[in-house]
């Protein structure tokens, strides 16, 4: 079971820290991402982390969102730094998918509910 929260309404410019907690899983084996849904469009990669810790960002993101994990504490995190109106969407987490340096390959069985983020401008 997974459990995103932390989304919310923010300003242009200003930060939110998305969580996902994880249940019954052996977290610290698996590697893991965010997704998003923006209005109207499809869901996208937004950043992943390896079970070693490598991360991978969307071009979109990079350099203002952060991927992290806490493997005592089985939970993801992606700390979103400047938001900007389009990074307005719900927001999923995904665990026990494929990382690769090529990207992330989700596990179509493991989605969470989705955090909605809204960005005003």
């Known amino acids: 079971q997974l459990v995103e929260s932390g989304g919310g309404l923010m300003q242009a410019g200003g930060s939110l820290r998305l969580s996902c907690a994880a249940s019954?899983?052996?977290?610290?084996?698996?590697?893991m991402g965010w997704y998003r849904k923006p209005p109207g469009k499809q869901r996208e990669s937004v950043a992943a982390i390896s079970r070693g810790g490598r991360t991978i960002y969307s071009d979109s993101v990079k350099g203002r969102f952060t991927i992290s994990r806490d493997n005592a504490n089985n939970t993801l995190y992606l700390q979103m730094n400047n938001l900007k109106p389009e990074d307005k969407a719900v927001y999923y987490c995904?665990?026990?998918?494929?990382?690769?340096?090529?990207?992330?390959?989700?596990?179509?069985?493991?989605w969470g509910q989705g955090t909605q983020v809204t960005v005003s401008s």
């Open positions: 995904n665990l026990g998918g494929t990382y690769s340096s090529h990207g992330y390959i989700p596990n179509p069985r493991s």
């Open positions: 019954m899983w052996r977290f610290n084996m698996n590697d």
